[in-house]
């Protein structure tokens, strides 16, 4: 009997995930987990492993290895859960005749070859446009990959740091509009958890290893304020903290990042900062293939409606940061949506067993920072988005919970149970 053919004969849809870090990953297994045997699923990414982007910050300051801590090999998951998985480049998206054009990746020098699907699941988070900033190869840091990671870790601790002035921030995101909703405010960074969580994990280095204080550090933004999609209170309490207690530097409003110079930072609008180590999280830009398409905004992002299907083509979803509905692009907006997909796709096939949890996208900030020390901030907040509830703590316990959320994702293989969610809500609130 042909693999894509039930017991009774009936065709069994294709499901093609595309991409498998957190969205991806958490999707393909979700779809399996509530829509059973009814489908076949593939999943196709270029690395076998996942990067478990959130901690390479807090394993850089430690001095260790982030290929060894954070690289998830999740293959043996997918194949328990009976799900094909293609290590490959995903090329272009014929919509029309529902093909993806892919290039094996395992050895250079692959022919193209073409998979067909009855939904796609677009979860191929975006390009990180480093190569857009002047300078940044020769002068520029950041924390977004194992290299770029181990690049600063060398930086920092092989002696070439000499105590300088430290600049963290962003580069101006380019955000589309078409289809978004009402609510989804236009962002100039696309996720600036990370330069909060970066200069407190460095105010501690520099402090334990008597290279400086806190008050090398400033923050730049191309916002009014950073990381506003925390909501403005939580904002104004982080900067009390950050320029008030602390002592660090901070400048908004600077356009996009002009020009990466040995000795500090050029933005757009004219100002510019003095530094001897520049870290910088760049735009969140899509592929290029994406750009153009039906089912994309003016940027390349995937138009959704809130069920994270494309109004015009339906079969075709969006999870994480591939998706307009995730803004800001952070990993805990992906798991929601990958949990919509799922439900969707189980509707479709007539099993999902609890309609009552078949609702909406509706977005919530809530993430962990490292801050040193074995401390770590917590938020929870949907200011952004029109609600009303705007939580910020910080202690050791939030850093177990930081610790505990990775352990509990690399012991369920990219499928953490909805209640461990429920019960950081609980615990964090």
């Not at 009303?388 to 850093?399: E, S, V």
Request: glycine letters at 12%.
């Amino acid at each position: 009997m042909a693999d894509n053919v039930n017991q009774n004969g009936k065709y069994k849809p294709h499901v093609l995930v595309l991409g498998s870090n957190f969205g991806g990953l958490t999707a393909a297994r979700l779809i399996r987990e509530e829509a059973k045997e009814t489908v076949d699923i593939t999943v196709i990414d270029r690395k076998p492993y996942l990067l478990f982007v959130p901690n390479i910050p807090l394993e850089v300051f430690g001095n260790h290895d982030p290929v060894s801590k954070l690289h998830m090999p999740f293959y043996q998951f997918l194949k328990e859960d009976k799900t094909n998985f293609l290590q490959a480049e995903v090329k272009g998206i014929d919509i029309e005749s529902k093909y993806v054009d892919i290039v094996p990746t395992e050895r250079s020098g692959s022919a193209p070859e073409k998979v067909y699907y009855d939904y796609l699941v677009i979860a191929l988070g975006t390009r990180l446009d480093y190569a857009a900033i002047p300078g940044f190869g020769e002068y520029g840091h950041t924390v977004s990959d194992s290299y770029y990671g181990n690049k600063l870790r060398r930086f920092l601790f092989e002696g070439h740091y000499k105590g300088g002035p430290i600049a963290v921030g962003s580069a101006r995101f380019k955000m589309g509009k078409r289809g978004n909703p009402e609510w989804l405010h236009d962002m100039k960074a696309a996720c600036e958890g990370p330069p909060l969580e970066i200069s407190l994990g460095l105010s501690s280095l520099l402090e334990e290893r008597k290279w400086g204080t806190s008050k090398n550090i400033t923050l730049f933004t191309p916002g009014e304020y950073i990381a506003e999609d925390a909501g403005i209170p939580i904002v104004k309490e982080f900067l009390h903290m950050a320029k008030d207690q602390m002592g660090m530097g901070y400048i908004n409003n600077v356009g996009d990042v002009k020009q990466i110079y040995k000795d500090g930072i050029e933005f757009t609008n004219g100002a510019s900062v003095e530094a001897e180590l520049k870290i910088v999280l760049p735009n969140w830009n899509p592929h290029e293939f994406m750009k153009g398409l039906p089912i994309s905004d003016e940027e390349g992002f995937v138009v959704t409606d809130l069920f994270m299907r494309n109004p015009e083509h339906p079969e075709i979803m969006a999870v994480g940061d591939a998706s307009a509905l995730a803004a800001p692009k952070l990993g805990g907006l992906g798991d929601m949506q990958a949990r919509i997909v799922a439900r969707q796709i189980a509707k479709d096939m007539g099993v999902l067993k609890h309609p009552e949890e078949d609702k909406p996208f509706k977005p919530v900030i809530m993430c962990f920072g490292d801050m040193g020390n074995r401390k770590a901030f917590y938020i929870h907040s949907d200011l952004f988005f029109g609600g009303k509830t705007g939580i910020m703590k910080m202690g050791h316990m939030y850093y177990a919970m930081k610790m505990g959320f990775k352990e509990m994702y690399y012991q369920t293989g990219g499928k953490p149970p909805g209640w461990g969610i429920k019960l950081t809500e609980v615990m964090g609130g």
